[in-house]
């Protein structure tokens, strides 16, 4: 059995991950649900909702409409709420009720977008998945329906995959635009945090995309096989050697050809790094280049995507994984979500907590790391000398 | 009873208040299984964390390929299996909380029971819902779910000098005269929240009589009639005097004593309720279902003691607020009743001005300066239930509302920082 979950909580869905993404724009988002689901984004997983006011609301789905397939209901609520609104775009959402009957949201966004003329996209969300599945799939939807084609911007990059779910509402998100502005390079458009749809259509235009998270990855694929725009995978962190980076960047647009940042002669060694494998894979960059810690295993909590993987790299797929890799009692050092305490707990490491919106959501996202700068370089420096010990 | 309401998009504030975090319905040495999508237990058990409850909570997530083999309770029992071999203390009961889905799958849960029941003889099962799919039923998902926490009580032969109290989320308050009263002639009280162990909780099977504080657990009580012969009386929490008289009264009769005399009780209460309604000079009231569960009679009765009532919440009205509803459309129709869950809400625009916000939900739609926020966590039934929220009134007109400290404090609310 390795679905039992005994001291984690449920992580954030594929649904939460598309309103998440689609938060900074003037769309209206619809989750096909009765309840429980928008409760869960609306309370669990969006930092920003509160003293924000969006129009990303729940279907208010009943047993019978689910039962009868009662399609009509849904887009006479919705063509309701467009007229009063005026939104830029509709997205409609499903969760594990329409999953369950089958319902077709993309026909039905296709319904919608024949009446009322403004794009409306259909996502088959299914609450089963997580949250990088869905950030992913509407970025290259967005991507796929707005973006244009248009000469080369100099030195300017997009960044992919930023989202409050992995870097919460701190300053995070303006930190890695400074990061890049810094090093003098422009930001066309930061997928999915502070952009607009009129970044999103000229976002081919940038010459470099910087993966900043897991959920970028598929995006900056998709824009390297139709623009040709290669892609660098790294999320600054620490006190990063940015000189070194942007080289590896100016590499990576000499040579049309993409590149994920990691050091060489990695192993599994004293650290085990457990969260998103792109924000794990950046901690362990510092740890290498900066204090020369190559002993160390990213344990992949949303997938593990073979792209940013060393070979020995674990997808923990359940909690019993990580009970078991952690019983192994081969890490001094854990990093990871503070609500890994109680698993890491039982080993001999020691927990540097780590919290991450789409494990803990309000519990700690008002203690959220800075990821740039001194903040995250001295939580660096803590655990390795703590993995010395 | 959604028909009150056009059929809309429904849109939900952050929901701050942590008198609503702070409600618990709780068997005493149970254990929760919710079993379902992933994505579904997550409030549940960000929710449990912050109670500080989590070790009472452990999921159990389904998958694509168990749905779609049409059989997931299958995995149940070895799920159990391994639960019990992880918790420290064997549960006497385990609650399997069911989603959504469950609805349209069909699960066979008396087979399900039967099974777990023949495997596991020392543990008692009841599988509880949590699918506000169904909220449009006459028995909606939260009278169910009592019916099914209360359905593990034994039946006794055995009738004791006790009350349950059914439908209350939070102890009743020390300070409430129901306990004294019932105190004085000699019968004792009991609460679901109030027991410490199994045992203790299996004995309000023995009560002689089940007062329903909430239209909620009306149905719960009506089946414990039926299973335990323990009879019932509806008497719901009320802001109105009379409806508070007259609980009394309906509670007397049916325990056969007689009633002591209130009316030092009542004298002072309506005190209070004249000295805050002169207080508060008129302030325009708006009222939601956040702070007290029932806004419509609340409605009623503050618009009787004088107060400017001017706007009430809700989403889903009550078969037991009806009467009220009916009641303040025909005879004062400049009180406006507002789904509190349509789309509408996220731009309703403040036309009140300054006025107090009885309930955190409306009072962050319309930026009110004054607002009750929630009650204490406690449950405040009869008299004392109503100086209480004049007290609350009153020092809700005299401060004005921090919005960010509400966030601060409910988003760390308890929790630890991190060391």
Known sequence: ?389 | MEKYFEESLQYYNPKASMREENAKTLIPESHELHVGPSACARRLSIGAYQHHDEDRITNLYITEDDIVSGSYEDIIPDAVDELLELLEKKPRVIIIFVTCIDDLLGTDHEALLILLKERFPDIRFITCHIDPLVMDRSIKPGMKMLEQLYSVLDKSELREKCINLIGNKFLLSNKSEFRNIMDSVGWELKEMNDCNTFDEYNEMGKSSLNVVVDPVAKYAAEQMERALDIPLRLTYNSYDLDIIEKNYENIFKAIDEKMPKLSDYRKSTVKKISETVKYLKNIPIVIDNGAVSRSIPLARALDKYGFNVKLVFDGTIIFSDIEDLEWLKENRPDIKIADGRNFNIMNMKNNLGDCLCIGFSCGYTLGAKHIVERLPSCFAFGYYGVELLMDLMIHAYNTVVDYEKIRERSEAWKYEPIK
């Open chain 1, 1 to 389: 059995m390795s679905q039992l979950s005994r001291y984690l909580p449920p992580f954030s869905s594929d649904y939460s991950g598309i309103c998440s993404s689609l938060f900074d724009l003037d769309g209206m988002v619809v989750i096909h649900d009765a309840h429980c689901c928008s409760m869960n984004y609306v309370n669990m997983d969006e930092p920003r909702w509160y003293g924000n006011k969006k129009p990303i609301f729940s279907s208010g789905l009943r047993e019978i409409d689910a039962i009868m397939g009662d399609d009509d209901k849904l887009i006479r609520k919705i063509i309701k709420a467009y007229n009063e609104l005026n939104p830029e775009f509709i997205a409609i959402l499903g969760s594990p009720v329409p999953t369950i009957v089958g319902v077709d949201m993309e026909g039905i966004a296709q319904e919608l977008e024949n009446e009322l003329d403004i794009p409306v996209f259909g996502f088959s969300s299914t609450g089963l998945r997580y949250y990088n599945r869905g950030i992913s799939e509407t970025m290259i939807k967005l991507t796929k329906r707005y973006a244009q084609e248009g000469s080369k911007v100099d030195k300017s990059v997009n960044s992919l995959g930023l989202n409050a779910l992995d870097f919460s509402d701190n300053s995070n998100a303006e930190d890695i635009k400074e990061v890049i502005k810094f090093a003098g390079w422009k930001v066309s458009c930061s997928f999915m945090m502070g952009c607009s749809i009129p970044e999103i259509v000229n976002s081919p235009q940038a010459e470099v995309n910087v993966v900043v998270s897991q959920s970028g990855m598929d995006l900056a694929e998709y824009m390297e096989r139709t623009w040709g725009i290669p892609y660098v995978a790294f999320t600054p962190m620490g006190l990063n050697d940015n000189k070194m980076i942007f080289s590896i960047i100016e590499e990576a647009l000499k040579e049309g050809k993409s590149r994920v940042i990691r050091s060489e002669d990695l192993y599994d060694g004293e650290i085990l790094i457990i969260g998103e494998q792109l924000i794990a894979n950046s901690i362990r960059e510092v740890l290498a280049s900066h204090y020369g810690v190559k002993g160390v295993m990213v344990g992949c909590l949303f997938g593990k995507d073979k792209r940013l993987a060393t070979a020995f790299d674990i997808d923990l797929k359940s909690e019993l994984q990580i009970a078991r890799k952690l019983k192994e009692n081969k890490y001094t050092v854990v990093i990871g979500d503070p609500l890994l305490k109680a698993l890491v707990d039982k080993s001999q490491a020691r927990l540097f907590s780590f919290p991450h919106v789409a494990v803990s959501s309000k519990l700690y996202w008002h203690q959220y790391p800075t990821f740039v700068g001194d903040e995250m370089e001295n939580f660096i420096s803590a655990a390795f000398k703590a993995s010395k010990k």
